[in-house]
């Protein structure tokens, strides 16, 4: 498995402004992810960040609302631009090792007021 | 859209066996099955996958019928800490980045 973690654990912020999530995991990985699991619902991927290329999006998500950097093997951020209310979500990243299992950090608790 | 069915809500009593039925009747022949669970809203934990084959590690079973289109989990001795959202997930594995597509889960409550 992987150690993996994430700042902050949880944040309050003001609409119009941004936070900026990250992931750190123990060991080197070629495939990150993200996801978002609003308030009683089901986690849903974001996007997939890959070390060396850009990320890639899924419908619904786009890159200027959640800018995401993947500068070596062991990190990654999530950024949440322009936030409302109803970009209050836990944001989880999660790890891909060579056993094609995935790991998953502690999440990212986001209020937005 | 997620390609499991399972039931919404489960309650087991403490010390018992845990059985967690999963549909995945349209599932493909080079498709995993995998169970996450999720105890109050901290990140998924992985507990087990399989192909075809039973499996079985420290935290749980794997059941898989033979065409393969459900599966139960068993967590052989609830404690109440096995109080969570469990997920069953089917998942192609070994071709690159793979998503995670997850449903709604079973709840299961763990009752003293």
């Known amino acids: 498995s992987a150690v993996i973690s994430q700042k902050p654990s949880r944040d309050i912020c003001q609409r119009g402004t941004s936070l900026t999530i990250q992931c750190q995991v123990d060991?080197?990985?070629?495939?990150m992810f993200w996801y978002r699991q609003q308030p009683g619902q089901s986690l849903t991927l974001i996007a997939t960040?890959?070390?060396?290329?850009?990320?890639?999006?899924e419908s619904g998500f786009v890159i200027d609302k959640f800018p995401i950097s993947r500068p070596n093997l062991t990190f990654s951020t999530l950024t949440v631009s322009n936030m409302s209310p109803e970009d209050s979500s836990i944001y989880l990243c999660?790890?891909?090792?060579?056993?094609?299992?995935?790991?998953f950090g502690p999440g990212t608790r986001l209020t937005v007021l | 859209d997620a390609k499991t069915t399972q039931p919404p809500s489960m309650d087991c009593a403490e010390g018992r066996a845990a059985n967690l039925p999963c549909n995945h009747s349209?599932?493909?022949?080079?498709?995993?099955v995998y169970w996450y669970r999720q105890i109050h809203s901290q990140g998924p934990q992985y507990i087990i996958h399989g192909l075809k084959n039973n499996e079985t590690n420290e935290m749980a079973s794997l059941i898989i019928t033979e065409d393969r289109k459900s599966s139960t989990l068993i967590l052989p001795h609830a404690t109440l800490r096995d109080t969570a959202v469990y997920y069953c997930?089917?998942?192609?594995?070994?071709?690159?980045?793979?998503?995670?597509?997850f449903g709604q889960g079973t709840r299961l409550t763990i009752n003293p």
């Open positions: 349209t599932i493909s022949g080079n498709e995993y």
């Open positions: 960040a890959n070390q060396g290329s850009e990320a890639t999006y």
């Open positions: 997930i089917v998942r192609v594995a070994g071709k690159g980045a793979q998503k995670l597509v």
């Open positions: 999660s790890v891909q090792l060579t056993s094609d299992t995935q790991y």
């Open positions: 060991s080197q990985v070629t495939m």
